[in-house]
């Protein structure tokens, strides 16, 4: 019974359903551009930075912030990419040997399961830690550092939130896989 209700939603199409999913998968791969962007420019500047301490014994501490700011941005929105590219954790030995079928409700239960819920929390959590970090005027305790720190901790209920768009898709599609092995 419990199976109907998530793998046979009444009110969608299987059309409507995988044009739902050609979106959010087309939404995910702009992103994917994005993060690639903002992995090349943190390679530019870490690199700008060596070069900057070791040949001209000099260095910024806005440079050396911006490279972590960088790196938690790519961090965040990366996870949402990882899930769709199937590139996250499993427990592999087991899961590889079950029949397609199985697969796809492994996957459809743990993201409805765990994954959401989860995403959910931090997403919800997070929004009074960016408000105080906003109020405040949080910046850099360190002398050169960034601004606006609220910014970069605005990142992580935008990802998490983004993280459940992209679920959203990652069910839709093990639904379709699950169908599609039930032929």
């Keep these: 019974m419990a199976e109907r209700i998530f793998l046979y939603p009444q009110q969608y199409s299987p059309q409507q359903m995988n044009s739902i999913e050609k979106f959010i998968n087309g939404t995910v791969d702009i992103l994917a551009k994005i993060v690639g962007i903002l992995l090349l420019l943190m390679v530019l500047n ?8 070791y040949l001209f014994h000099n260095s910024s501490v806005g440079m050396q912030e911006m490279e972590w700011h960088l790196f938690a941005v790519i961090f965040l929105f990366g996870i949402s990419i990882a899930l769709k590219e199937e590139g996250h954790v499993r427990v592999d030995f087991l899961y590889d040997n079950y029949a397609p079928r199985k697969k796809a409700l492994i996957n ?8 959401i819920p989860f995403a959910l929390l931090i997403s919800t959590g997070s929004f009074e830690y960016v408000k105080d970090a906003y109020i405040t005027g949080e910046i850099s305790e360190d002398p050169g550092g960034l601004h606006y720190r609220w910014l970069i ?8 939130s983004f993280l459940i768009f ?9 639904i379709r896989l699950y169908r599609e092995a039930g032929k």
Excluded: E, H, W
Excluded at 46 to 53: C, G, L, P, T, W
Excluded at 108 to 115: A, M, P, S
Excluded at 167 to 173: E, K, M, N, P, S
């Design 46 to 53: 870490v690199s700008f930075d060596v070069m900057m301490r």
């Design 153 to 160: 901790k605005g990142m992580i209920p935008l990802a998490f």
């Design 108 to 115: 459809i239960i743990g993201t409805i399961c765990f994954l």
């Design 166 to 174: 992209s679920a959203v898709g990652y069910i839709l599609q093990n």
